[in-house]
């Protein structure tokens, strides 16, 4: 792990792998999906359980995937996922994104979801992202905002949460409202021809939003994230039960509805 990464708030607790198993190309990438064509050369930076990772394996066979992410722990279970769907087509790797082994020019598609708000210098990871694709390749990423996150009914102990989570994440060296920041960032990082868009996750059916309130509420005072939040002094553990009890009564409501904001780029290298 270089200077420049950051902590990973979130960690690879159950609580996160159930919401990250059910990212998919089509409800996470979709902006990416029409770029995509057989044959083509794909990099996908901080993989995590390997669900994406699949998607894009099968929309660009038999051009071959390169799926890496900081730690070796996750690529494991990716790896399953891979075999599960009888893959041939992709290879695993460690990585930290600000400094990518790879040689210039290597990849058609260099792709990252929810990588850039947390790590230390996005501008320098969009730059390797750069680097490492080639000549009128895409250079693809998209992240979530939590300030900008919406819900109903106003449960308290929610609106604490989207604080806490902000001053944790910060103190981690992350940015958790990336989304907002994506364009800026690609900018910055050199890319001249970017198409920016915005998507959402909305959970207000009874299933998602039990769901949703589940995995936040286990998240909350069983992850690391929580490990996190009262070694820094962002908040007691009696505080995180609170908030972990809120995300159970907002998910019990009947007519509960939760919005999660993403910005999205697509960049020409």
């Known amino acids: 792990m270089s200077k420049e990464t950051a902590v990973y708030t979130h960690g690879h607790h159950e609580s996160v792998l159930r919401s990250h198993r059910w990212r998919t190309a089509v409800n996470s990438a979709g902006y990416l999906i029409g770029g995509l064509r057989p044959g083509m050369t ?12 699949a998607d894009l394996a099968a929309l660009v066979a038999p051009g071959l995937v390169t799926a890496v992410d900081i730690t070796e722990d996750i690529l494991g279970p990716a790896a399953e996922v891979i075999a599960e769907r009888g893959l041939e087509n992709v290879e695993f790797a460690t990585a930290d994104v600000h400094s990518l082994d790879f040689p210039d020019d290597s990849f058609d598609v260099v792709h990252a979801h929810q990588v850039l708000q947390h790590v ?3 501008v320098r990871a969009l730059s390797e992202m750069r680097r490492v694709c080639r000549p009128g390749g895409i250079v693809a990423a998209r992240d979530s905002d939590y300030a900008a996150m919406a819900w109903f009914p106003e449960v308290p102990g929610l609106t604490e949460w989207q604080e806490v989570y902000g001053r944790v994440a910060r103190a981690n060296g992350g940015e958790p409202d990336a989304g907002r920041r994506l364009l800026s960032w690609a900018g910055q990082a050199g890319f001249t021809d970017i198409t920016p868009t915005a998507a959402a996750w909305c959970f207000a059916t009874p299933e998602s939003r039990a769901w949703w309130s589940g995995l936040w509420a286990d998240r909350t005072t069983a992850s690391p994230y929580a490990e996190l939040t009262v070694r820094g002094g962002h908040a007691s553990t009696e505080q995180l039960t ?3 009890a809120a995300w159970r009564t907002w998910g019990e409501q009947d007519d509960a509805w939760f919005l999660v904001p993403h910005g ?3 960049c020409r290298a």
């Open 242 to 244: 609170a908030i972990a």
């Open 264 to 266: 999205e780029v697509l």
């Open 42 to 53: 794909v990099l996908d930076v901080g993989c995590g359980p390997g669900t994406i990772t």
């Open 120 to 122: 230390g210098d996005p």
